[in-house]
């Protein structure tokens, strides 16, 4: 987590130096400031026009921490806001620290978790005001960025959370469900609202709310010298004809002699997908029913690399090799399964 703490008297400094004992741990980025009269003492001052000078730290962190009047925190951070699904998380605190207020991304942020976290640790009440949070309903995207789902509409997540305050909203879901669903959900597959959990493009309610969990491995190999357009090429084919959802892609995989392929480097850097190399070794041993090559093997000392890569850690594979302009591509399920709890 990447946080940044603000104070504006010698009170509030104090209490900041607290929240950041709470909330910073190991591998956290941090930054603290304070008003110039309180700067030192590992607060960094804080250089009027308020607003303009948090606007790099609004991009930069995940969290904010503004301890003083909420007045203060609102008026730094208003020109900054654009959307509830990437701004940070942004909490207020009174100088005593007898209370901590989320008012931004109370749920996709984490502002509200984070504030029950703050308030349990230096003694303080939070006063958390979202409606679902009120009334003890589910809360469909704070529950989605702590499982690391892509909400797929924004506006349909905005229904549900209206939706669940008046009555039970129906899921269904292509994983198994553990447990109990939570207050506001019930199980269906049809009507004019609800929710679906799945790695493919589905929509089964009259208006739904698409869930997608980072569950698919694609696997890839190329020639030497291809471009990140061919292997573009092949990777959308492969997933519009299976109906995959872009975000469902955890990561793309290949063999070690790969690792600094330049068209395959400039694919996972534009679509976001972290690249997961293996030695011949690695993935000789992988179990299963693969389509062998000859001639890669003669080039990498295994006879199958996409099928291989993407099954390596995998449940099963869901799509066997598919070849187009000297790329091959498959496609590989990790095991999953929605818990509420």
Known sequence: ??????????????????????????????????????????????????????????????????VGACGIAVRAIAPHVRDKGTDPAVLAVDELGQFVIPLLSGHIGGANRLAARLAEAVGATAVVTTATDVNRRFSVDEWSARQGLCIDDMAAAKAVSAAILEGPVPVWSDFPIAGDLPAGLEPGESGPLGICISWQRKFPFDRTLLLVPPVLRLGIGCRRGTSSGAIAALADQLLAEHNA?????????????????????????????????????????????????????????????????????????????TARGGVTAALALNAWEVRFG
């Open 1 to 66: 987590m990447k946080l940044a703490v603000f104070a504006f008297s010698r009170r509030g400094r104090d209490t900041a130096r607290r929240c950041l004992t709470a909330l910073a741990g190991p591998g956290d980025e941090y930054r603290a400031y304070a008003s110039e009269s309180w700067a030192g003492e590992g607060f960094s001052p804080i250089r009027p026009p308020l607003a303009d000078f948090t606007a790099p730290v609004f991009a930069w962190a995940d969290a904010m921490v503004f």
């Open 245 to 321: 959802h872009p975000a469902a892609v955890e990561a793309v995989a290949t063999i070690d002699l790969k690792k600094d392929e330049t068209g395959l480097l400039d694919f996972c850097r534009d679509r976001g997908w972290p690249l997961s190399c293996y030695s011949a070794e690695e993935l000789a041993a992988v179990e299963g029913d693969f389509t062998p090559s000859d001639f890669v093997r003669s080039v990498t000392g295994v006879d199958n690399v996409c099928e291989r890569a993407a099954l390596l850690g995998a449940e099963r594979l869901l799509v066997k090799k």
